[in-house]
């Protein structure tokens, strides 16, 4: 009973079979000419037979030709058919990018439940489309000496679909670098092949980094020639070379080791900058050869910066640089301050490094570095302050001169300095006047010269300070000044010398002397002090003899050979018997004297 129960239910599958068919009324479809990586459409026109059915559609078709290729197929539509229904499927597909040119062949399947089969036929030709492509935007030969070869490689990639031939390769670079490249022939469609490019450097080459040797080009039988601007990049290096700049800007320092970079302390007018530039002998280590420099020299230029955009510029002294030891190396030391009427902005500066070595070569280093001012809000400074003369006699007098400046952003209104020194007296103030902040119109200065009144001078060295205050308080700017006054003990001297003597004078030391003839002489009043002789004295009327202060020294006496010397007045008594004794006598010779070298003594003091 089983095998007869399968046999009919066969039968009935192969009924079925045999009357759910479909056909497709556009079984061939020509696209024509199309580019690869071009999007196709159209459509499947599908006739149902006399029962219902399924169609199923394939996910991807094949295409034959040139190459072999699969590509993905979107087919749109309810895939249920009923008896007799007609119906259009549209599909799309994409070619690939990379197709190559040439006649394509490609078939679409379809088939229902029942295993029902039918095919539209697909034809077109891919046209040719010649293209390449670089996988490097730029080569870097990095640093290569003068006299030096070196190569780098990059990789050319066909990104066409034909092949391309007759390949050529060239560069812009000017021909003294001797560029040169590895053969390449040919390419095939997505084929790719490393190249090789040499260069050499010839020694009158520019010495900077990031030198933009020129552009590559290329060109096959199939295209004409593609430039690919900037490709080709390298750093120059000399065997002379500045290998550092350390700065410092007022008290900031920094270490810059490279062209182009900019210091980052912002500088101030009137600020001191300070470069060590550091150069080196490479020869010995980058070559291995024993070759001296001479006239290693550098200039520093500052682009601008000075009034009415004028450049500042700096010399250096000429040095010689062995290939080997620490006479290898040298420093050389700039610093100036940055100009008063120097604006906010940015500032080029140049170092330009040159030598000659051994063989004759000449070297060329530049390096160029930012110098960025900024000018502060408030910036009152004592530009110029000085003492005309700053050395007086004692009777003389000296002015200041004075050069305030603003250096800030703001106008200001409301400027005082003061001028002081408590020992001479000097007090001097002004006030409440304006100096304004455009540069440009040179207006940034006040200029004035004050009197010093002096008052009670004496010998010294004397500071007189100057103060700047803006906004009536708030200080700015201290300098100090010294003033020098002098001949002030030279006067109290003059006047001690011809003081007259306040009371009795130190006794010194008697010599006893042989006893001498002694002039007869008036008596004196035993009763007073002996009174100094009136002596003609010859004074130099250049000089003005004042009262001393205070006793300078004690008296030195010059006397003539063989003259007995008594200095001082002796105790006498007051009796008559006394005076007609020989020791009056000889007492009163003695005073007598005693008065004649005093007056000799002041004539010798007032003459010196």
């Not at 003369?389 to 200001?412: R, Y």
Request: glycine share 4%; with cysteine; proline share 5%.
């Amino acid at each position: 009973m089983k095998p007869i129960a399968f046999l009919l239910l066969s039968f009935i599958f192969l009924a079925n079979v045999a009357f759910a068919d479909f056909t497709l009324n556009n079984p061939t479809v020509d696209f024509g000419s199309k580019n690869s990586g071009e999007s196709l459409s159209n459509t499947l026109n599908v006739t149902n037979g006399a029962a219902d059915t399924i169609l199923i559609f394939p996910g991807n078709i094949g295409f034959t030709g040139p190459a072999n290729y699969t590509v993905d197929i979107s087919i749109t539509g309810d895939p249920v058919l009923l008896a007799d229904e007609q119906r259009a499927f549209d599909y799309s597909l994409t070619l690939p990018s990379d197709m190559i040119a040439g006649d394509y062949a490609g078939t679409i399947s379809i088939i229902d439940d029942q295993s029902d089969a039918e095919e539209q036929s697909l034809s077109l030709s891919v046209a040719a489309s010649a293209s390449f492509d670089l996988r490097e935007e730029s080569v870097d030969y990095g640093r290569v000496f003068y006299n030096e070869t070196k190569s780098v490689t990059f990789t050319l990639r066909n990104t066409g679909n034909t092949p391309l031939s007759g390949i050529t390769l060239s560069s812009s670079a000017d021909s003294s670098f001797e560029m040169q490249f590895s053969e390449i022939t040919s390419l095939a469609p997505g084929e790719e092949k490393e190249i090789t490019a040499t260069i050499f450097v010839p020694f009158d080459t520019t010495i900077e980094d990031r030198v933009n040797l020129g552009s590559l080009v290329i060109g096959s039988d199939q295209l004409s020639d593609a430039t690919f601007n900037s490709f080709f990049l390298l750093d120059v290096g000399s065997y002379l070379s500045l290998e550092k700049v350390r700065t410092k800007v007022e008290t900031t320092t920094q270490t810059i080791s490279e062209d182009g970079d900019i210091i980052d302390e912002k500088a101030r007018p009137l600020e001191k900058v300070e470069l060590d530039v550091e150069v080196e002998n490479l020869w010995k280590s980058e070559r291995n050869e024993e070759i001296e420099f001479d006239d290693v020299e550098v200039e520093l230029k500052v682009f601008a910066i000075d009034k009415d955009d004028e450049d500042i510029e700096f010399t250096s002294e000429t040095v010689s640089l062995d290939f080997e030891g620490n006479e290898r190396k040298h420093t050389f030391h700039f610093e100036f301050l940055v100009p008063v009427e120097t604006d906010d902005g940015t500032y080029d500066m140049e170092i330009k490094l040159t030598g000659t070595d051994d063989e004759d070569n000449d070297y060329e280093v530049i390096w160029n570095i930012d110098l960025e001012v900024d000018r502060d809000s408030h910036d009152l400074i004592i530009s110029e302050y000085s003492l005309s003369p700053s050395q007086v006699s004692c009777e003389g007098s000296s002015l200041a001169d004075i050069e305030i400046s603003n250096l800030g952003k703001n106008d200001e209104d409301y400027v005082r300095f003061t001028l002081k020194n408590s020992e001479l007296g000097i007090d001097e103030v002004k006030s409440r006047f304006e100096i304004e902040a455009d540069i440009e119109e040179d207006e940034i200065r006040h200029r004035e010269t004050v009197p010093l009144s002096i008052s009670n001078p004496s010998d010294g060295t004397y500071p007189v300070e100057l103060r700047v205050y803006r906004d009536f308080d708030t200080l700015e700017d201290i300098l100090t000044r010294n003033l020098v006054i002098s001949g002030c003990d030279d006067q109290d001297q003059a006047s001690n010398e011809v003081e007259e003597p306040q009371g009795e004078p130190e006794p010194v030391p008697v010599i006893a002397p042989p006893e001498p003839q002694v002039p007869a002489v008036s008596e004196p009043d035993a009763t007073q002090e002996p009174e100094e002789e009136e002596t003609d004295v010859e004074v130099d009327q250049t000089e003005t003899v004042e009262q001393p202060r205070r006793v300078q020294q004690t008296p030195q006496v010059r006397v003539a050979d063989n003259q007995p010397v008594l200095v001082g007045t002796p105790a006498v008594n007051a009796y008559a018997s006394f005076r007609e004794s020989p020791a009056y006598v000889y007492l009163l010779g003695v005073g007598y004297l005693f008065v004649l070298f005093l007056a000799l003594f002041l004539i010798v003091l007032v003459r010196k």
